[in-house]
């Protein structure tokens, strides 16, 4: 009697959590005829089932009325018009204090994740790279930022990477209810607006990680420091850079004629190295083993090196060299060549230890996002249109953010649904649309 005491209490007290957290997710919407279609998709969201689409939802929620509930949660995403800043914000104040409590945030993580989409009408869709396929495909992108510490994160931004084409094609932005306000954007530049966003509403910092697609392009590590941020940041093995102690030349002297030349020079003989050919001519004392946190078999561990260069992109048409940066190199025992390489403007006296912890630590949004596709259904909208697409990520993202407060309160699982959330068994002969017929 008192084990089921205590079961019924543990259950209650979550079913408690679950609806104060849901208050504050529906009170950014806007309007009190939104509040029970939100919670219902919520719930829905994080119900078992293998598709988490409207449909499927209405009829795990509510089998004796699966019409009236499909149009209701289809009106809250896919037509409704409240702020997914809102949404995403209220998620925020209410998850990172539960974060929080395990530690401060120390890294804000920057990513995309691509949803491959057949045809050529869903919002954003065009042949590009998918990461999920690893090659050119038919998709959609989508660029996010994620807050983390050692024992949790959070995405707190989400949006839709448009392509040219589309962002240049007035009738299929019309048709998709493209707001007029996005234009062509390339993902780094989401990803600079989205960190100063961040900041803007007073988000604690950390230091910004990203892989290659966002630590290659210097203007974007540029616009990171510029906002007083640290970051460490993935590079392609092509990327160019000054070995320790060199830098480009001087502008020639002045000949007394014109103006004083000012820009940066190489010649033949004084070129930058490729960070690749960098790795391969270290010697085998620069390469220590570093072991950064426990795996689900073993620990983590591989062969790391560091050194501080200076990055050489296009520095000929500066002035001033780059400042110096870290270079961190990965190279796992066994294989042919180096795995990995980041650049990180964290402090000269930065120990290697730190830096690949740090570099690490991007690992969790793989995590998230597969429990945001996988668990949640953050791939299962079947909509086509810009506002049905960002509010469908905005409550998966709601939904999600239940399970990291939870995971904080109590020991981490692999798989983790909160056992007191239950649902009707939908009736027996509900068919999602689209789905074959029994033999």
């Known amino acids: 009697?008192?084990?089921?005491?205590?079961?019924?209490?543990?259950?209650?007290a979550g079913e408690d959590r679950f609806a104060a957290y849901l208050d504050e997710i529906v009170s950014a919407l806007g309007h009190a005829s939104r509040d029970e279609p939100a919670r219902a998709y919520c719930t829905g969201l994080l119900?078992?089932?293998?598709?988490?689409?409207?449909?499927?939802?209405?009829?795990?929620?509510d089998p004796e009325r699966v019409q009236a509930r499909h149009q209701s949660m289809h009106h809250i995403v896919a037509?409704?018009?409240?702020?997914?800043?809102?949404?995403?914000?209220?998620?925020?104040?209410?998850?990172?204090?539960?974060?929080?409590?395990?530690?401060?945030?120390?890294?804000?993580?920057?990513?995309?994740t691509a949803f491959p989409k057949q045809g050529t009408h869903s919002v954003g869709v065009a042949r590009q790279y998918c990461g999920v396929l690893g090659k050119q495909e038919n998709c959609q992108v989508a660029v996010s930022l994620s807050v983390a510490n050692d024992q949790a994160s959070l995405p707190i931004a989400y949006q839709l990477y448009l392509p040219e084409a589309w962002a240049a094609d007035p009738i299929r932005r019309a048709k998709a209810g493209v707001p007029e306000a996005i234009a062509f954007a390339t993902k780094t530049a989401i990803a600079l607006d989205q960190i100063r966003q961040a900041q803007a509403?007073?988000?604690?910092?950390?230091?910004?990680?990203?892989?290659?697609?966002?630590?290659?392009?210097?203007?974007?590590?540029?616009?990171?420091?510029?906002?007083?941020?640290?970051?460490?940041?993935?590079?392609?093995?092509?990327?160019?850079?000054?070995?320790?102690?060199?830098?480009?030349?001087?502008?020639?002297?002045?000949?007394?004629?014109?103006?004083?030349?000012?820009?940066?020079?190489?010649?033949?003989?004084h070129q930058p190295a490729l960070v690749k050919e960098v790795a391969l001519g270290l010697p085998k004392r620069a390469w220590r083993t570093v072991t950064?946190?426990?795996?689900?078999?073993?620990?983590?561990?591989?062969?790391?090196?560091?050194?501080?260069?200076?990055?050489?992109?296009r520095d000929t048409l500066r002035s001033e060299p780059w400042p110096e940066e870290w270079l961190l190199i990965e190279w796992p025992e066994g294989s042919d060549e180096p795995s990995k390489y980041w650049l990180s403007n964290l402090p000269p006296r930065t120990s290697l230890k730190r830096l690949v912890h740090v570099a690490k630590a991007r690992w969790r949004i793989e995590r998230d996002y597969?429990?945001?596709k996988q668990e949640i259904g953050l791939s299962h909208y079947e909509g086509r249109g810009w506002r049905g697409f960002h509010h469908h990520a905005s409550l998966?993202?709601?939904?999600?953010?239940?399970?990291?407060?939870?995971?904080?309160?109590?020991?981490?699982?692999?798989?983790?649904?909160?056992?007191?959330?239950?649902?009707?068994?939908?009736?027996?002969?509900?068919?999602?649309r689209g789905a074959a017929h029994p033999a």
């Open 79 to 112: 037509q409704a018009a409240w702020a997914d800043a809102a949404v995403l914000g209220a998620v925020r104040r209410a998850v990172i204090p539960a974060i929080e409590r395990h530690g401060p945030l120390a890294c804000w993580i920057m990513d995309d």
């Open 396 to 432: 998966c993202i709601a939904a999600y953010g239940f399970l990291v407060a939870e995971r904080c309160l109590f020991p981490p699982a692999q798989r983790f649904t909160p056992d007191w959330i239950e649902a009707p068994a939908p009736p027996q002969d509900f068919r999602p």
């Open 47 to 61: 119900l078992p089932g293998e598709r988490k689409s409207v449909e499927p939802m209405a009829a795990r929620l």
């Open 370 to 372: 597969q429990e945001l």
């Open 1 to 12: 009697m008192g084990m089921m005491g205590r079961e019924g209490r543990r259950l209650r």
């Open 201 to 269: 509403a007073g988000v604690p910092e950390g230091i910004v990680l990203g892989d290659a697609g966002y630590g290659d392009e210097t203007a974007f590590r540029v616009g990171i420091a510029e906002l007083g941020l640290s970051y460490v940041l993935g590079l392609r093995s092509g990327t160019s850079v000054w070995l320790p102690g060199q830098a480009p030349l001087p502008p020639p002297p002045w000949s007394g004629r014109g103006r004083p030349p000012t820009r940066l020079r190489r010649r033949p003989e």
């Open 292 to 313: 950064w946190r426990e795996g689900s078999k073993s620990e983590l561990t591989s062969g790391f090196a560091v050194l501080r260069v200076r990055p050489a992109h």
